[in-house]
């Protein structure tokens, strides 16, 4: 069964730091492109960062550019997004999602298979 497990969700102040961890099973992440999209309340789903596994390029959202940085560690078969100097506009679910493909997008559509999300709170 191929799954995909989110964590590292957490209530923190503004300018803290958290790393998201998406833990797949099932299949291997290395050969496939990984995005991490959030959802705020009463907003649309927004690509915030993504990986191709084709040359290892990255993207960000420029809301997020400077502070989140996207990595795999394949022996683990995890992706993370580290995100630092935390905005309380970054409060959200945060979703990973697989493209069955090598290159990443940040559109919603195009992937595959879903975590459950985990949620990021920025407040004092």
């Known amino acids: 069964q191929l799954q995909l497990v989110e964590s590292g969700g957490d209530l923190v102040q503004p300018g803290g730091s958290l790393r998201l961890s998406c833990a797949a099973s099932g299949f291997t992440l290395d050969i496939y492109a990984v995005a991490w999209f959030r959802q705020a309340p009463g907003k649309e789903r927004e690509g915030v960062s993504c990986?191709?596994?084709?040359?290892?390029?990255?993207y960000y959202a420029d809301s997020v550019k400077g502070r989140f940085t996207i990595s795999r560690d394949n022996a683990k078969n995890t992706v993370y997004l580290q995100m630092n100097s935390l905005k309380p506009e970054d409060t959200a679910v945060y979703y990973c999602?697989?493209?069955?493909?090598?290159?990443?997008?940040?559109?919603?559509?195009?992937?595959?298979?879903w975590g459950q999300g985990t949620q990021v709170t920025v407040s004092s």
């Open positions: 990986i191709s596994s084709l040359d290892g390029g990255t």
């Open positions: 999602a697989v493209r069955l493909s090598v290159v990443a997008t940040t559109i919603a559509n195009e992937y595959d298979y």
